[in-house]
T-cell receptor
Framework: DADVTQTPRNRITKTGKRIMLECSQT?????MYWYRQDPGLGLRLIYY???????NKGEISDGYSVSRQAQAKFSLSLESAIPNQTALYFC???????????FGPGTRLTVL | AQSVTQLGSHVSVSEGALVLLRCNYS??????LFWYVQYPNQGLQLLLK??????LVKGINGFEAEFKKSETSFHLTKPSAHMSDAAEYFC???????????FGAGTRLTVKP
């Protein structure tokens, strides 16, 4: 079984809709991250969380919010989706003493 | 803040040829450096990382990279390309104090038969 899972894997939605992307991990890591990937831009950090009570904005947090429901779960919400949020979204985790991040398979989001 | 520049968005090599993917970083504090690979329709997988110690780092699938502080570089190499190496490669940097990882824009490697 995969250590980091993301649901859904693909989603098409319309402008103005609220959408939630979910991430679960079985690695026992405290630290979790949300990134978006756009062609030619690499990955950019949206939000990160170092434990259940800790939420931090990343490089591009505008238009997004997150919820850390438990150590193993970290959700990303788009309150009112817009077309330029069309991208590939990745969740990642890391341990406290290891800067290596472990990535989920990604969610491809299309906003029409 | 730290940043990464990957020179060349696309690199094409013949099977059996040397692979060289270039990465330069900027960081005001000693960095940790990473190379990740992304195969089509998959997430990122760690190839190798530099944290401390030996500056020549060996990774999976025959790849290696050398941390050169004076050149602020962390180029990725493989002596002989294989068809299965075709993928997108990302260089990343993070300060040692936290996990604020910054990625380069990526280099797509094509391997010709």
């Amino acid at each position: 079984d995969a250590d980091v899972t993301q649901t859904p894997r693909n989603r098409i939605t319309k402008t103005g809709k609220r959408i939630m992307l979910e991430c679960s991990q079985t690695k026992g890591h405290d630290r979790m991250y949300w990134y978006r990937q756009d062609p030619g831009l690499g990955l950019r950090l949206i939000y990160y969380s170092f434990d259940v009570k800790d939420i931090n904005k990343g490089e591009i947090s505008d238009g997004y919010s997150v919820s850390r429901q438990a150590q193993a779960k970290f959700s990303l919400s788009l309150e009112s989706a817009i077309p330029n949020q069309t991208a590939l979204y990745f969740c990642a985790t890391s341990g406290p003493l290891d800067n290596e991040q472990f990535f989920g398979p990604g969610t491809r989001l299309t906003v029409l | 803040a730290q940043s990464v520049t990957q020179l060349g968005s696309h690199v094409s090599v013949s099977e059996g040829a040397l692979v060289l993917l270039r990465c330069n970083y900027s960081s005001s504090v000693p960095p940790y450096l990473f190379w990740y690979v992304q195969y089509p329709n998959q997430g990122l997988q760690l190839l190798l990382k530099y944290t401390t110690g030996a500056t020549l780092v060996k990774g999976i699938n025959g790849f290696e990279a050398e941390f050169k502080k004076s050149e602020t570089s962390f180029h990725l190499t493989k002596p002989s390309a294989h068809m299965s190496d075709a993928a997108e490669y990302f260089c990343a940097v993070t300060p040692r104090a936290n996990n604020d990882m910054r990625f380069g824009a990526g280099t797509r490697l094509t391997v010709k038969p």
